[in-house]
């Protein structure tokens, strides 16, 4: 199991959506475990969730390093502190560790807002097909289809160029 939980960060996005496929195939093992057959890969409705949960699953490894190490520097002294005070696990989680787990996490926030107009192309066209391309559909693909597909090659580089002044004004 743990191998499934940090081994996404260190493979590549390719080797991840086929896992994903295959855990969501019509014989895989979420529909084995919910007794049914459906192709989750079709559903427009699930596309979204799909996409975000690969997405957590695959930085969850290497994010939970960062607040591990961020974790392993908190002054022990203030867990026995907190012990002797008569504090239990909980009131130490709340009091002590997410405290100093907030200058991390806003930081990786701040870390990710520059990266939400750069949307992984490659993950989408790698997880979406023609029958959820109402859902799945980005600003990546769209330029794609339009510069490749249909040879609009100014109009591609004028909605590019857009993509990225939005993403540095929010940078």
């Not at 994903?20 to 084995?32: A, C, D, I, K, W």
């Not at 190490?69 to 130490?92: C, M, P």
């Not at 979406?128 to 859902?135: A, C, L």
């Not at 769209?142 to 109009?155: L, N, P, T, W």
Request: hydrophobic share 50%.
């Amino acid at each position: 199991i743990q191998l499934l939980i940090y081994a996404p960060n260190f493979i590549s996005v390719i080797v991840l959506c086929g896992m994903v496929r295959m855990f969501l195939s019509p014989v895989g093992p979420l529909n084995q475990i919910l007794g049914t057959s459906t192709n989750w890969m079709t559903m427009p409705e699930a596309f979204r969730t799909i996409y975000i949960a690969s997405g957590i699953w695959q930085g969850m490894g290497w994010s939970s390093i960062i607040y591990y190490a961020t974790l392993t520097s908190v002054d022990t002294s203030l867990y026995e502190a907190a012990e002797i005070d008569g504090a239990n696990r909980f009131q130490k989680m709340l009091n002590i560790s997410i405290p100093a787990l907030v200058p991390t996490i806003v930081t990786l926030l701040l870390m990710q807002l520059g990266n939400v107009m750069n949307v992984g192309c490659e993950k989408v066209l790698l997880i979406q097909n023609p029958s959820t391309y109402s859902t799945s559909d980005i600003l990546s693909t769209y330029v794609y289809r339009m510069g490749i597909g249909q040879a609009k090659y100014s109009f591609a580089s004028a909605v590019g160029l857009f993509n990225n002044l939005v993403g540095l004004v929010v940078l």
